[in-house]
């Protein structure tokens, strides 16, 4: 682009050369085509030196050139996917952290009445025409809650910037009153979307569509059927409309533990009997009793950290998750993911190392899965979910080596606001610790499952998210992580 508009302004400026010149020609009093050399420059002016202006391909040359380094970078660019999933990550933070969506619009992170929940170095805000866009996301989904929100937004700036067009703009007020109005009919608000109808019809008047809308609308009205309940759906094309937030387990939870859990929670060094660990003790942090959660600070350096994103960078993938005996992409888990053998690098047999002198347990194959690097880009999150089996049918037991007895989590970068794992049923949440690995058992010492460890990644609000996973699994650890006396335990 800057190419093009360094060639076009080279253009356009030979252009105004040619055209002052021709100007002054023409227009000096003095000058008279009794003059032959004169009359002979305005005869070649007419002639050729105008056509050649006229219809020179330069202009298309350079065109071209911008189509053809659009092509060479094309495959890199987002694609509809991408483009959307932004869209509907925008419209999760709102849902989780009650963003008001003009504030959004206005490049501030706040609650409705709170101050802002994140502050920005640099203050962003959404045109219109981006507004119509997220909009328009909720809406191709039936999704009514959301696209009236943002398309209410869209309205209101395309009303203030009305008559002034944007190059990249690919909608307009109209596109936004039409979405806007059908949104709050599907909603049962027909007295609003009569309003809305109308008001487009001073802009195009000419509309079949919507002036038959707006019959049919003044029709349901005289009728008394204003209420959604009333409305049939059965003839409407999509899904049913979602006129509600949709419902998320990921509430505020409680800051402070229970007095009893205060008791036991404290920081220490931790050798754990280990010859690993006696000059560099870890620095362990309890976290919870009940499910037993810790986390180890510094448990990574910056330069290891770099290095295994720098591992995993060129395998990301969209992160999948089991589903019976199969594993799928799913909307409630956004996040890339790649895995890592110990042997990819020294930093990741290390590594493996020091989370088998950290924790006791026998990480050898086929006793813990391969390292798992996991990117939570924009929004990305992942719903309430148990690192565990809960089926035997699980692609977890095609390892013959159980079910996994406990998960570490390291986190590999730090996150400006959001991102904390939160565990629903216990009510506690930790945030993003850079370097330092999160430790909890997932199966009980009788080798049931542990449903307090039930936990969510929130979504990123600001920053890139970067963990490493490492699962290790229930055989092998038999002597390491023993069942006691009590069945219940």
Not at 94 to 116: E, I, T, W
Not at 305 to 324: C, F
Request: aromatic share 10%.
């Amino acid at each position: 682009l800057r190419s093009y508009l360094r060639d076009e302004s080279s253009r356009l400026r030979r252009l105004r050369r040619f055209y002052e010149k021709v100007q002054a020609l023409h227009q000096d009093p003095k000058a008279s085509v009794d003059n032959p050399l004169l009359a002979f420059s305005l005869i070649k002016r007419l002639h050729s030196d105008w056509p050649n202006v006229i219809y020179s391909d330069e202009p298309t040359r350079n065109t071209q050139a911008l189509h053809a380094g659009l092509r060479e970078v094309e495959q890199e660019l987002p694609g509809t996917e991408d483009l959307d999933g932004a869209a509907r990550a925008l419209m999760r933070l709102q849902d989780v952290y009650a963003l008001s969506v003009k504030g959004l619009a206005n490049g501030v992170f706040q609650r409705a009445g709170h101050p802002p929940f994140y502050s920005p170095g640099r203050r962003v805000s959404l045109s219109a025409d981006d507004c119509f866009h997220v909009g328009k996301v909720a809406y191709d989904t039936g999704d009514y809650y959301h696209s009236i929100a943002w398309l209410e937004e869209a309205v209101s700036l395309f009303r203030l910037s009305y008559g002034s067009w944007n190059l990249e703009d690919r909608s307009s007020l109209e596109d936004a009153l039409d979405h806007l109005a059908f949104s709050y009919f599907m909603a049962g608000n027909i007295s609003h979307a009569l309003s809305l109808s109308r008001e487009f019809l001073r802009y195009d008047p000419s509309n079949q569509r919507v002036s038959r809308n707006v019959a049919k609308y003044k029709k349901l009205l005289e009728m008394g059927m204003g209420a959604r309940g009333r409305w049939d759906w059965q003839g409407c094309h999509g899904p049913p409309p979602l006129l509600s937030p949709p419902h998320t387990l990921l509430g505020p939870l409680s800051p402070q533990p229970a007095p009893e859990q205060l008791l036991h929670l404290s920081c220490s060094y931790e050798t754990n009997s280990s010859p690993y660990l006696l000059l560099q003790p870890a620095k362990k942090e309890m976290v919870w009793i009940r499910p037993y959660v810790a986390l180890y600070h510094d448990f990574i350096t910056d330069a290891e950290a770099e290095t295994i994103k720098g591992l995993a960078g060129p395998w990301l993938q969209r992160s999948v998750v089991a589903s019976g005996e199969k594993q799928q992409k799913a909307e409630y888990r956004i996040s890339k993911s790649a895995w890592l053998k110990d042997t990819a690098d020294p930093v990741v047999r290390l590594l493996d190392q020091r989370i088998a002198a950290v924790t006791g347990l026998d990480l050898r194959p086929p006793y813990a899965e391969y390292l798992q690097v996991v990117n939570y880009g924009l929004g990305g999150h992942y719903e309430p979910h148990f690192d565990h089996a809960t089926s035997m049918k699980s692609p977890l037991y095609r390892m013959k080596s159980g079910n996994r007895i406990a998960t570490v989590m390291i986190y590999l970068s730090a996150v400006e606001a959001g991102g904390s794992t939160a565990f629903v049923y216990a009510n506690f949440s930790v945030p993003v610790v850079k370097n330092a690995a999160l430790f909890w058992w997932n199966l009980r010492r009788n080798g049931n499952g542990d449903g307090d460890t039930l936990h969510a990644g929130c979504p990123v609000l600001a920053g890139d998210k970067w963990v490493a996973n490492k699962w290790i699994h229930e055989h092998g650890q038999e002597f390491r992580r023993p069942c006691s006396a009590d069945p219940q335990d």
